[in-house]
């Protein structure tokens, strides 16, 4: 049985725009490997049988169809599909032994972005997030525009700006070795603007697994960045992360106000004296120093002899 193949221009562009060239080849079936195929990230499901069905019946009845793109992978002797699996299997069912198809020669690095902006002008297109998914390995892997991106996978650059970030924060993280990618991305999103900070990412990431909403560890992420010294920030941190561990018998999280500001003001108290060393550092007068040692001394005695309470 002879297919009816047309040159698929949209296929050419999205080659041209990933820096690679390509040439129409009449290609022996025996030379593609076909199981090895259908993983090449394109979609999430490799073949819908029934599209396979219609494109089989359609290719029986004469209609016209864009050639399939295979790709020689690092040199290797087989060929794999980056665009048609589906093509592929239907011509094969009619009995067809080769294929005239759209050559390209790339690394597998190229060939996993090649598939899915391939998928996006024939073929069952994946929804919107796994296509903001693939145009953020894009701009990574491949060091593309997040406008270029955008276009190709045919999404907002808003959401591949987003989605290019938090891939960073988990990028970085693991260079931490820390592992962030068991987080909701909800609270990857709150990372970015601390995800080169050693210090800092390790705890905010700790505080993103506890049981706190995003909009919570926002205002306390937030408010430790406020802080003047790493040292606050730090122990701000620590101290969000405890707070949220501490859950009452009904589930809910104990927010602890008084105890919360109580060790904020020790902490703002230990941070001035460990940074000044006289008194117009602290900027106190011999008289209001006296004072401030009298009530912390007062203070200090009457939390010793307090009784603990449930």
Same mark, same amino acid.
């Given at each position: ?32 490997? @076909? ?10 499901? @490799? ?228 940074? @000044? ?34």
């Amino acid at each position: 049985m002879r297919i009816n193949w047309k040159q698929d221009d949209d296929a050419i562009l999205a080659i041209n725009r990933l820096g690679l060239t390509s040439e129409i080849k009449t290609v022996p079936v025996h030379q593609i490997d @076909a199981k090895k195929s259908r993983h090449n990230h394109a979609r999430a499901i @490799a073949i819908i049988n029934q599209n396979v069905d219609d494109y089989s019946d359609a290719m029986g009845r004469g209609d016209v169809f864009p050639m399939i793109v295979v790709a020689r992978v690092d040199g290797g002797k087989q060929l794999l599909i980056a665009g048609g699996n589906h093509r592929y299997s239907a011509a094969v069912n009619n009995g067809v032994t080769e294929l005239v198809s759209i050559l390209v020669e790339c690394d597998s690095r190229t060939f996993e972005v090649l598939c899915p902006a391939l998928n996006l002008y024939v073929g069952q297109r994946e929804d919107r997030a796994v296509r903001v998914t693939q145009a953020a390995d894009a701009v990574i892997r491949l060091g593309i525009t997040m406008k270029a991106a955008a276009d190709d996978y045919r999404v907002p650059i808003t959401a591949v700006t987003t989605a290019v970030a938090v891939k960073k924060v988990v990028i970085e993280a693991s260079r931490m070795g820390v592992r962030a990618d068991d987080i909701t991305n909800g609270h990857l999103k709150l990372l970015p603007p601390i995800m080169t900070d050693a210090v800092l990412l390790p705890l905010a990431i700790d505080l993103c697994r506890t049981k706190l909403n995003c909009d919570e560890v926002r205002v306390l992420l937030k408010n430790a960045r406020d802080l003047p010294t790493e040292a606050d920030r730090v122990e701000a941190i620590k101290e969000a992360i405890q707070n949220a561990k501490r859950i009452t018998v009904s589930g809910r999280i104990s927010r602890q106000p008084v105890r919360a500001a109580v060790m904020r003001s020790l902490t703002t108290i230990e941070t001035a004296m460990k940074k @000044a060393r006289t008194l117009c550092e602290l900027q106190l007068t011999k008289q209001e120093a006296s004072e401030v040692s009298i009530r912390l001394k007062t203070m200090a005695q009457s939390i010793f002899n307090m009784e603990a309470g449930g």
